[in-house]
């Protein structure tokens, strides 16, 4: 009974062949490097890197000053194939899939005969979700810009310019002088004049038009007419479906974490969060050293310099939006000085009769 | 080789369930040999000696030992469960504690099938324990604790 682990770049799957296969598969981009996995692997398989910054671009800025980090990073510059954040010792792992269990992200993932453990009734899961209610959302895109992890795609449709426009543009032609004054001042570039001696021409882009009238009143002869579709004709108005903005709001399941910036900033309560875990984020100001390890491995975009202009100007102290923080603790992890405490009060998840697996996810509490 | 301790096993099978009362036939149907060899078995012909002597010694085996020679020897594990509750007298009581992760590793380790999981949970069939203790051995856990039922 021999695990065999098959190495695909930093991912990696750990198998153990029998009548059912059990498939234990990492994805590195997903994982938040929190190291909830390492505390609750009963055979003591999986070992965190020391660090997993997300952005491993700012590293050497912010961890300048912290001579133990920073050899950590040079370790990882220095190495061709950049280590993964997790690394588990196949000969030790059992695949119990606990790790899968409470991994917040779900970076790890257990299958047992091609199918996840977190399909299968007996194992416990994590509460947590994200969705966005299509016919609520008013595709605005704030989400999109929001989301730390850029797990949300929104992609829209706008309506043709020319279905809101109200009114359209006539040049009486036996008038025009064909000056080009109107095409030089129209904003929407809709109006092209020929100027050829004996094929003068005038064209106006009705598409284009958005029926400002700049033209009509810089007209030197008078030879634009404007004609309003909604009150001339009496019969012109907006079509409301064609000045819809239509969309759809994508998330994405795998990396998404739950965090609720998209609910925070959605104005039209489109976005709903369930995060897993409640708890508390603490700051202790007397030990940061404002290096911004924390700041780098927060897959939640919960810390930041306020001051800071950027990689290298540090600012003076540490804020944070607690609202959005999942109390995955890595930050607490990639403190060199203790300064942050995360605790978890409440877990989130569904039932087992598993007493090992209760016990478990209960000592996620701390 | 293999095949002369086979037919040293099945000899040895024969005569055990002939002693129980079984007819030719229903120990032909049962340990999956034709009739006239278990005619020539317990009639004692056929049969080398030395292939006795040789399936004598691995029935006093340990449980352990006796099944992983069996596995070699049988492949299936039909077979095994076969000439393994055929011999051994001994009854378990396999129990699993709360410890239990629910990792599978003594379902698959199992030579017997003895092991399912149930919610999470080892569960052992006690009717087909070897008492091979290959799961208590190897559970990363140690919730597995097989006790021997004592006769009488």
Redesign the interface.
């Known amino acids: 009974?021999v695990n065999v682990k098959e190495i695909e770049g930093k991912d990696f799957n750990i198998k153990?062949s029998?009548?059912e296969d059990?498939i234990l598969s990492f994805k590195d981009h997903v994982c938040i490097g929190c190291g909830l996995c390492e505390a609750t692997c009963?055979?003591e398989a999986i070992a965190l890197d020391e660090v997993a910054p997300i952005e491993r671009k700012y590293t050497e800025t912010y961890f300048s000053g912290h001579e133990k980090i920073a050899q950590n990073y040079a370790l990882f510059k220095n190495d061709n194939e950049v280590k993964a954040k997790l690394c588990i010792d196949e000969s030790k792992c059992?695949?119990?899939?606990?790790c899968s269990g409470v991994c917040p992200a779900g970076a790890l993932d257990l299958t047992?005969g091609g199918v996840s453990i977190k399909e299968n009734e007996?194992?416990p899961t994590l509460i947590a979700s994200a969705e966005i209610d299509e016919d609520k959302c008013l595709f605005c895109k704030k989400c999109e810009a929001a989301c730390p992890r850029a797990s949300i795609t929104i992609d829209r449709t706008l309506p043709n310019r020319a279905d809101l426009v109200t009114g359209e543009i006539e040049v009486c032609e036996d008038d025009c002088i064909y000056c080009g004054a109107c095409a030089e001042l129209c904003p929407a570039e809709a109006i092209v004049v020929d100027k050829t001696t004996g094929e003068e021409s005038i064209v106006i882009d009705k598409e284009k038009c958005v029926y400002c009238l700049v033209c009509k009143k810089a007209c030197p002869v008078n030879a634009i007419k404007a004609v309003c579709r909604s009150c001339s004709y009496g019969e012109y108005d907006l079509d409301p479906a064609k000045a819809a903005i239509t969309g759809n709001a994508i998330i994405d399941k795998e990396t998404c974490i739950k965090c609720g910036w998209c609910e925070g900033v959605c104005p039209a309560d489109a976005a709903t969060v369930k995060q897993a875990f409640k708890g508390t984020l603490e700051i202790d100001e007397e030990k940061c050293g404002t290096c911004g390890a924390c700041i780098d491995v927060c897959p939640c975009n919960v810390l930041s310099f306020p001051k800071s202009s950027g990689p290298g100007d540090r600012g003076t102290h540490l804020v944070k939006e607690e609202d959005y923080c999942i109390h995955c603790g890595a930050c607490a992890k990639a403190c060199p000085n203790g300064a942050l405490t995360v605790t978890r009060t409440d877990i989130d998840y569904t039932p087992?009769?598993?007493?090992?697996?209760i016990a478990?996810f209960e000592a996620l509490k701390n | 080789m293999p095949k002369h301790i086979v037919s040293g096993l099945k000899y040895l099978e024969s005569v055990e369930l002939r002693k129980r009362g079984l007819s030719q036939k229903e120990i032909s149907s049962q340990i999956g040999v034709d009739r006239s060899t278990i005619s020539h078995y317990l009639n004692g012909r056929n049969i080398s000696m030395d292939s006795i002597e040789l399936a004598k010694t691995i029935l006093e085996l340990s449980p352990k030992d006796f099944i992983l020679i069996t596995k070699v020897l049988f492949g299936d594990y039909k077979e095994i469960r076969q000439i393994v509750t055929i011999f051994n007298m001994n009854h378990y009581d396999p129990q699993i504690n709360d410890g239990c992760i629910g990792c599978g590793l003594c379902v698959d380790l199992c030579e017997m099938k003895a092991i399912n999981l149930d919610s999470l949970k080892a569960k052992i069939n006690p009717r087909y324990c070897c008492g091979c203790l290959m799961c208590v051995e190897n559970c990363p856990t140690k919730s597995i604790e097989i006790l021997e039922v004592k006769n009488g």
């Not at chain 1, 087992?352 to 697996?357: A, E, L, P, Y």
């Open positions: 009974m153990r029998a009548e059990r009963p055979v059992v695949l119990c899939g606990m047992i007996a194992y087992t009769s598993s007493k090992s697996w478990a």
